[in-house]
């Protein structure tokens, strides 16, 4: 927790309960969870929030590179907390997102790709995940 404070701080985000309350909520599982999902877990300590609420705390993490945002389905986006480079890989069987691992990607390391910079990479994989095979 303490790191989130100095995390949030930095990024001179104010601390708010909702605001902590919505970052807990994403790191504590380190999963990917839609923005519907987040307002279920903390709309019972915060009656008072709405969705709107919620969708804007993450909307602002992702701008101050705080929390993740990723479209592997069409319909929904998700958040997840942590935001170094990764790849994703979705199960069409069971739903879930998995993390994928990737060695350095020579044009990430060097932040540049013909000429271009890069500042964000998402690699989306779709099939059937090791579980369900
Ligand atoms: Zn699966
Ligand atoms: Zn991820």
């Not at 994703?88 to 390391?109: M, S, T």
């Not at 932040?111 to 271009?116: K, S, T």
């Amino acid at each position: 927790m303490e790191e989130v404070f100095k995390k949030l701080k930095e990024k001179h985000i104010r601390l708010t309960p909702q605001r902590l309350a919505v970052y807990e909520a994403l790191a504590r599982e380190n999963k990917h969870l839609t923005v519907e999902e987040i307002y279920g877990k903390i709309k019972k300590r915060f009656p008072a929030v709405s969705l709107a609420t919620v969708y804007s705390i993450l909307e602002l993490y992702r701008k101050k590179g705080i929390a993740a945002e990723i479209r592997i389905t069409f319909n929904r986006s998700c958040f997840e907390a942590r935001t170094d480079s990764h790849h994703h890989f979705f199960c069409r069987e069971c739903k879930k997102i998995y993390d994928v691992e990737l060695r350095p990607c020579p044009a990430l390391q060097a932040a540049q790709v013909d000429g271009h910079s890069i500042e964000e990479l998402h690699g989306y994989f779709y099939g059937i995940c090791r579980e369900c095979r």
